[in-house]
């Protein structure tokens, strides 16, 4: 028996109750109605009590795009673990190395991949690579980073301090200096009263904030290219070109968070690919090693490399001067090449692509079906519906109905996304985002579930 499943399921609950303290959650799995996860395979999960789910969250939180079970991974990271599981990553290894030439084919105009372990670091390592660039070639006066009103990038004090989102934030400033918010582009809620060239006027918002600020003063601009956790938000037509090119005019660093968007999510190897643009900063996590691993990525072009290395004798500190403990430590790299391997292998890019469309297609039936549903939105297997009391007024639902649904789903044996309860500006928001090796009866299945949970919510209000 192994050391994990001698204990009693009874005991494992009260071990939970009594001591764990769960994410963004008041209270224990317990106290709050949520599974303790026993086993996954491919997007079927199961929990402890023996319930079954068809996991259309990608395990809560955009992860496991190669879904689950996936044995090639968890032999490829055991056989590297035990050829060599640790060493620090200011000398080489074969993973790291691999993977990261893997990687830069799927990237073309980048070149170098700084390796850590979660999405939130690999976002600190960006803005750090932006204020080390600062000090160097501006004589510390680059160092502003503006980042989008709804964007989230990470739970540090830094990426927090780079977050669009009040809720996330409060109470725990005070922050960061030198990171600017400017508004979203978000069209089913526009600024303007008219929506046409919609993009190029939001990506002009962008502009008026760079030169209030001083574009001497900016170093670089940080953005979701499709926002995840503010609301699954795809930018419209024009908007991140428009973006690119104000960057360009004012010599402002362009960084792409693909923490979500990376890997396949959108029916492409990256979100940003859809919108012919050139990054020089691009980080990622998540579906790097779809949970087998904790790994992420901050990758650049090599002339932000060349930045920051070491320009002449005066400037014995001037290279990149970052490390964390396991990035590139080799679990990681070794599962991301296998992971990277099996999208490949299966065509997990264009199976995202065409399932993501099936997907948009039955949602906009439903929306045709359910006046509730006020807005249907996303890109590949990132796709979300928004909901509102009528269509004229968009006034958000109160969150006790997104909650509904996403509790009817689950009591139907389906998984789905939902902003955090916490989240008063997005709490109307469903996300739903399958394993890229989602199958055609498995989008089925999440639409007539989702059908059956909007026709018990209209039987509940009608009846209310
Ligand atoms: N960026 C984005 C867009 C994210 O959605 C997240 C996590 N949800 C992060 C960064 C932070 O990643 P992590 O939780 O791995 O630090």
């Known amino acids: ?15 939970d109750k009594d001591h764990v303290w769960h994410h963004l959650t008041p209270g224990s799995a317990a106290d709050n109605g949520l599974p303790v996860f026993v086993k996954g395979q491919g997007l079927d999960l199961w929990d402890i009590d023996g319930n079954q789910y068809l996991d259309a969250s990608a395990g809560g939180v955009w992860v496991t795009n190669t879904g689950y079970g996936r044995k090639e991974i968890v032999d490829a990271i055991s056989e590297q673990l035990l050829d060599l599981n640790f060493f620090a990553s200011a000398m080489g290894n074969k993973p790291a190395a691999i993977f990261a030439s893997h990687l830069i084919d799927k990237m073309p105009g980048m070149n170098r991949v700084f390796y850590s372990s979660s999405g939130s670091e690999a976002n600190e390592k960006a803005f750090k690579m932006v204020r080390q660039i600062s000090h160097k070639k501006y004589a510390g006066k680059k160092s502003k980073i503006l980042y989008r009103e709804r964007d989230y990038h990470g739970t540090t004090i830094a990426a927090l301090s780079a977050t669009g989102q009040s809720q996330r934030r409060d109470q725990f400033g005070p922050f960061v200096p030198d990171f600017v918010e400017f508004p979203h582009c978000f069209e089913y809620r526009s600024q303007f009263e008219e929506t046409v060239d919609y ?231 469903l996300n739903m985002s399958p394993a890229l090796c989602v199958t055609e009866a498995q989008i089925q299945q999440i639409l007539t579930t989702l059908d059956q949970a909007f026709s018990d919510l209209t039987v509940d209000l009608t009846q209310a």
């Open 199 to 429: 993009g190029v006027k939001a990506a002009q918002l962008m502009e008026d904030v760079i030169l209030q600020e001083g574009p001497d003063t900016v170093g670089a601009v940080i953005i979701e290219p499709i926002t995840a956790g503010g609301g699954i938000i795809t930018p419209p037509e024009g908007y991140l070109k428009a973006v690119e090119q104000i960057c360009k005019k004012h010599n402002v660093l362009l960084i792409l968070d693909e923490v979500v968007c990376g890997l396949g999510r959108t029916g492409k190897w990256f979100g940003y690919q859809h919108y012919d643009i050139q990054p020089d900063i691009v980080t990622m996590a998540k579906g790097v090693a779809s949970g087998y691993a904790a790994i992420s990525c901050t990758v650049t072009t090599e002339a932000v490399y060349k930045d920051l290395q070491e320009s002449d004798n005066t400037d014995k500190l001037g290279y990149f001067r970052d490390i964390s403990t396991y990035g590139g430590c080799l679990a990681g790299p070794a599962a991301a090449i296998a992971n990277m391997n099996i999208i490949e292998k299966e065509n997990l890019i264009e199976n995202s692509a065409k399932m993501g469309d099936l997907l948009l297609v039955g949602l906009q039936e439903l929306k045709t079906k359910y006046p509730i549903i006020g807005d249907v939105r996303g890109k590949g297997l990132l796709v979300g519906i928004e909901l509102v009391t009528d269509s004229t007024s968009k006034q958000p639902v109160d969150e006790t109905l997104a909650i509904s649904i996403f509790a009817k789903c689950k009591q139907a044996g389906l998984l789905i996304g939902r902003t955090n309860r916490s989240f008063a500006e997005f709490n109307n928001i």
């Open 1 to 15: 028996m192994s050391l994990i499943n001698e204990y009693t399921n009874h005991e494992i609950k009260t071990f």
